[in-house]
């Protein structure tokens, strides 16, 4: 069984920047694509970023271009987002997945939410 702690969620000013870390345990990390979903008060949840089992290939949701960055670090079994210039809209439950797919098999389940793991989620509030 795989278990993903989330972290590093909060309040920050509209403006400011946070960086989420996700702890993966029980089982290779460096097998697993990861990735990045949020889901805001009354909306569905939506992608938001995935990264490679090697980390050589990222992807991030179009509108987060430029201020998102997803990165992994093998050697710590951990993913993380950084975020910049947030703003209200990004007010949500961030959640950290882990998928044993491909990368090719895991994209096309993105918009599906269909990983196989889910951490429990953090929240972050982004206020004026």
């Known amino acids: 069984q795989v278990q993903l702690v989330e972290s590093g969620g909060g309040l920050v000013q509209v403006g400011g920047s946070l960086r989420l870390s996700c702890a993966v345990s029980g089982r290779t990390f460096s097998s697993y694509t990861m990735g990045w979903f949020r889901q805001a008060p009354g909306k569905e949840r939506e992608f938001v970023a995935a990264i490679s089992r090697s980390g050589s290939i990222t992807r991030h949701a179009d509108s987060l271009k430029g201020r998102f960055t997803i990165s992994r670090d093998n050697a710590k079994n951990t993913v993380y987002l950084q975020m910049n210039s947030l703003n209200s809209e990004d007010t949500a439950v961030y959640y950290c997945?882990?998928?044993?797919?491909?990368?090719?098999?895991?994209?096309?389940?993105?918009?599906?939410?269909?990983?196989?793991?889910w951490g429990q989620g953090t929240q972050v509030t982004v206020s004026s």
């Open positions: 997945t882990a998928d044993g797919s491909s990368w090719s098999h895991a994209v096309s389940k993105f918009n599906s939410y269909d990983m196989d793991y």
